[in-house]
């Protein structure tokens, strides 16, 4: 599913239909995407790049001789400008925040860009400073060269570095070490649901990584782990716990997928909402599980499964 028509429908404004010839229509998906990576979030990254396009036709653009960089620029400090108060609201927060999942997107550079910053590299992204995300994912991720960098952040190409070796340092141990075929990948997610869903306290063991973590996103409005949970123990003993809560039953699998990424689920839960489900593998282990709940999240994920 690609980012750019995962269209929030929060916020509505009047906009002419896209015009093939006007520089903004080309350049609106990855603009999308930059904003994404930045916020984690469809529906933010949707208006950020919405308000840009209002800012761009209100302009007089006459004298822009390179429109890309520039919309680059306007959608950074957006975006810069949004993660101020993003910060006061994830403080908030009822329980684990986690970016706003996104189902493989289905085009080339998307898929690159998903390989580079999987959801458990954006998670690690919430722990930078806002202009550390920004030179990291500008430079590293949609390679501008860092005197473009500079630009959008106002600051000067070796800050830009700088603050980019930094985020570097920073990920560099959120990588898995052992990278799984995407087939290896779906099977495991399959194997992970059915010993999950069944209570297989056993087979579970065999699949989680001695120091695997689980995630879960509720955002206080469906029920969820309040708390990161760590451990081969205690994430066992808690996905039992829930199975049994359940009477063992086997959810609806709306999409077998990536998701930002990682090999994942979409399934339709016994409340009659969908849950995504990621994992990050490490050879033949999982180390992470990313489970968002909050219907703010999926909503997006609603109107295009199910509508």
Same mark, same amino acid.
């Given at each position: 599913?690609?980012?750019?028509?995962?269209?929030?429908?929060?916020?509505?404004?009047?906009?002419?239909?896209?015009?093939? +010839?006007?520089?903004?229509? $080309?350049?609106?998906?990855?603009?999308?995407?930059?904003?994404?990576?930045?916020? %984690?979030?469809?529906?933010?990254? *949707?208006?950020?790049?919405?308000?840009?396009?209002?800012?761009?036709?209100?302009?007089?653009?006459? %004298?822009?001789? #390179?429109?890309?960089?520039?919309?680059?620029?306007?959608?950074?400090?957006?975006?810069?400008?949004?993660?101020?108060?993003?910060?006061?609201?994830?403080?908030?927060?009822?329980?684990?925040?986690?970016?706003?999942?996104?189902?493989?997107?289905? /085009?080339?550079?998307?898929?690159? *860009?998903? *390989?580079?910053?999987?959801?458990?590299?954006?998670?690690?992204? #919430?722990?930078?400073?806002?202009? *550390?995300?920004?030179?990291?994912?500008?430079?590293?991720?949609?390679? &501008?060269?860092?005197?473009?960098? +500079?630009?959008?952040?106002?600051?000067?190409?070796?800050?830009?570095?700088?603050?980019?070796?930094?985020?570097?340092?920073?990920?560099? /141990?959120?990588?898995p070490r052992f990278p799984v075929a995407p087939e290896r990948g779906q099977a495991m997610a399959d194997a992970f649901l059915a010993a999950s869903r069944s209570g297989d306290v056993s087979a579970l063991r065999t699949m989680l990584a001695d120091d695997v973590v689980l995630?879960?996103? $509720?955002?206080?409005?469906?029920?969820?782990?309040? &708390?990161?949970?760590? %451990?081969? /123990?205690?994430?066992?003993?808690?996905?039992?716990?829930?199975a049994a809560k359940h009477g063992n039953a086997m959810p609806v699998v709306l999409r077998r997928c990536l998701i930002d990424g990682l090999p994942g689920l979409v399934t339709m839960e016994d409340d009659q909402l969908i849950q995504t489900t990621a994992f990050l593998l490490?050879?033949?282990?999982?180390?992470?599980?990313?489970?968002?709940? &909050?219907?703010?999240?999926?909503?997006?994920?609603?109107?295009?499964?199910?509508?």
């Amino acid at each position: 599913m690609p980012l750019a028509s995962a269209i929030s429908t929060r916020r509505v404004v009047a906009v002419s239909p896209p015009d093939p +010839a006007d520089p903004f229509t $080309g350049v609106r998906p990855r603009l999308i995407r930059i904003a994404y990576r930045m916020l %984690g979030s469809v529906a933010e990254a *949707e208006d950020i790049v919405q308000e840009a396009w209002l800012r761009w036709h209100r302009s007089d653009t006459t %004298g822009i001789r #390179e429109p890309e960089a520039f919309l680059v620029r306007m959608v950074t400090r957006l975006c810069l400008d949004q993660l101020k108060s993003a910060r006061i609201r994830r403080e908030t927060y009822v329980g684990t925040w986690l970016p706003e999942p996104v189902l493989d997107p289905g /085009d080339a550079a998307a898929d690159a *860009e998903n *390989e580079a910053v999987t959801l458990a590299l954006m998670l690690a992204l #919430e722990s930078l400073s806002p202009l *550390e995300r920004a030179a990291f994912l500008l430079h590293d991720v949609f390679g &501008n060269p860092f005197e473009e960098v +500079a630009a959008a952040l106002g600051r000067d190409a070796t800050a830009c570095r700088q603050l980019a070796s930094r985020a570097r340092t920073h990920l560099r /141990d959120r990588r898995p070490r052992f990278p799984v075929a995407p087939e290896r990948g779906q099977a495991m997610a399959d194997a992970f649901l059915a010993a999950s869903r069944s209570g297989d306290v056993s087979a579970l063991r065999t699949m989680l990584a001695d120091d695997v973590v689980l995630y879960a996103d $509720g955002g206080g409005r469906r029920p969820a782990a309040l &708390n990161p949970i760590y %451990g081969l /123990d205690k994430v066992s003993r808690f996905l039992a716990g829930v199975a049994a809560k359940h009477g063992n039953a086997m959810p609806v699998v709306l999409r077998r997928c990536l998701i930002d990424g990682l090999p994942g689920l979409v399934t339709m839960e016994d409340d009659q909402l969908i849950q995504t489900t990621a994992f990050l593998l490490d050879g033949d282990r999982i180390r992470a599980i990313y489970i968002t709940r &909050n219907p703010d999240k999926l909503h997006h994920l609603s109107v295009a499964l199910l509508s």
